[in-house]
Structure formats: C-alpha cells, structure tokens
C-alpha cells in the first residue's frame, strides 16, 4: 500500500488525474474503473482540462463505473449517468459505447449484472479502478456486511448512507446496482481518494483496523497494488 498525503483537496485531486493520465499515455486502450460522488469532482475537471490540452486522449479508453441508483431515472439530477456526463464524459474524446455505466432502469436486475461482470471480463478486466470511500467504509455501495467474493448486484442502501445522499421528504431510491467486492479486488490498480476531516476516522480504520465485513474498504489492505492519495484532513487519524 503506497500513501500519500497533499495538502488539499486540489492537490489530491491534480495527483489523482496525473496518475490516471500517466496510465493511459502508458496504455491508451486503459480500462478505467470510475467512482462518482463529491471526492472525485475536481479530479474530473483536471483529467478534462488535460485532454483539452491534448495531454491525454480516452479515444481508446474504456470505463465502467462503479455504482448506480436503481430505479432512478437517468436523467434525475442525482443519477450517476447524469453526473458522469455532466462532469466527464461529455468533456473528454471517450465514446460513448466505450462507457459503461450499471443500468439501475432495467428490468431484469439478474441479466443486468451478469451482463455488466461479463463486459468486464470481455475487455480483460479493469487496469485501474478509482474509488471514493464512504463514512462507513462503503466502496462502491458495498456496505458494511457485504461478503468478499460478491460480484455486481442490487444491494440495499443503508439509511446512513440514503440520508447522506437524498432529502428524505422526497421519493428516494433505498437500492442501487453495485460492482462488488470481487470486482474491485480483481482490478489490477486500485486508486484511492478521501478528503476532509470527515473521512479521518474511516481512512484510519481502514489503513490500520482489522479486516472485516463491517468496515468494506478494510479489505484493500490484501490489494497488491493500492495507492492511496489523501488530503491532509482525511490523513489526520491516522496512525503510523
Ligand atoms: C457514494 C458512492 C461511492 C462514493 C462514496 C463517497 O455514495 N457510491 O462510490 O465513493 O459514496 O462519496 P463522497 O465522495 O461524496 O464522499
């Protein structure tokens, strides 16, 4: 496991896209496995900014993102389809049919997932897969519980997690369509992120806690190739 900590979360999130870039000038065909939510934002922006210069090129690129809400429409302001191309894809040379995104909308959640594992190992599995970590060591949405050998499926969110993310007097969805544990674990690199003082706790449990199901992330510890790029609040706590 390799750390390292920027001052901040613009710093982080510069070393982020410089790793990911540095990646695919090393192998254009890259396949990328994508997190969403608040942490890899800025990241976005600065691996969009290098393409614009014609640093990097994701003409070859092929992503499969890690996560999406089932049930919710796409185009819903809180649907990763919608923040993936808002924040990404609709600013960088990728094709379209080269983005894979879970589609939470289908109506066989079965087909959908095992169709999602088989495109994964179609294009030989993911090179590089960037993870976000939640409060309670969820990556992905593979809460706590989740079992190690756990592939793509429709999963349960826990209330934490749901009022994290939704203003609870409106429709919410309470399941989402996750890669698993496997999965993540089957990546060649995986690259993490955390920032904030928030993140602190959860980053220290999962660096130096035991491994167990309770805490999800706690596994990337038997990664062979984890690096993790921290802001100096998420590295507050931890030890050693
Ligand atoms: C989610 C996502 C995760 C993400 C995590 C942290 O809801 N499913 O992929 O990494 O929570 O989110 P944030 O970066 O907003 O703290």
């Not at 750390?3 to 982020?16: G, K, L, P």
């Not at 179609?122 to 992905?140: A, C, F, K, R, S």
């Amino acid at each position: 496991m390799k750390i390292r900590v920027e001052e901040n979360y613009r710093q982080m999130s510069c070393e982020a896209a410089r790793i990911i870039a540095g990646e695919i000038l090393r192998n254009p065909n890259l396949v990328l496995g994508l997190p969403t939510g608040n942490t890899p934002k800025c990241m976005y922006e600065k691996l969009a900014n290098l393409c614009k210069e014609g640093v990097v090129d994701f003409s070859q690129v092929v992503t499969f993102n890690l996560d999406e809400y089932y049930d919710l429409p796409f185009d819903h302001e809180k649907s990763f389809h919608r923040y993936m191309e808002e924040k990404f894809f609709s600013r960088v040379n990728i094709l379209p049919q080269n983005t894979y995104i879970p589609n939470g909308m289908t109506d066989s959640v079965e087909r959908e997932c095992k169709n999602y594992d088989r495109k994964i190992s179609e294009q030989g599995g993911i090179d590089l897969i960037v993870l976000g970590i939640g409060p309670n060591g969820h990556i992905g949405f593979n809460e706590p519980g989740t079992r190690w050998d756990s592939a793509t499926r429709l999963v349960e969110l826990t209330e934490k997690t749901i009022t994290r993310e939704f203003d609870r007097s409106q429709n919410h969805p309470r399941k989402a369509l996750t890669m698993g544990i496997k999965n993540i674990m089957r990546a060649r690199k995986v690259l993490l992120l955390a920032s904030g003082e928030k993140k602190a706790e959860i980053v220290d449990r999962t660096i130096n806690g035991p491994i167990s199901n309770d805490v999800p992330s706690t596994i990337l510890q038997l990664h062979p190739d984890l690096r993790m790029i921290l802001d100096e609040g998420a590295a507050g706590k931890a030890r050693g």
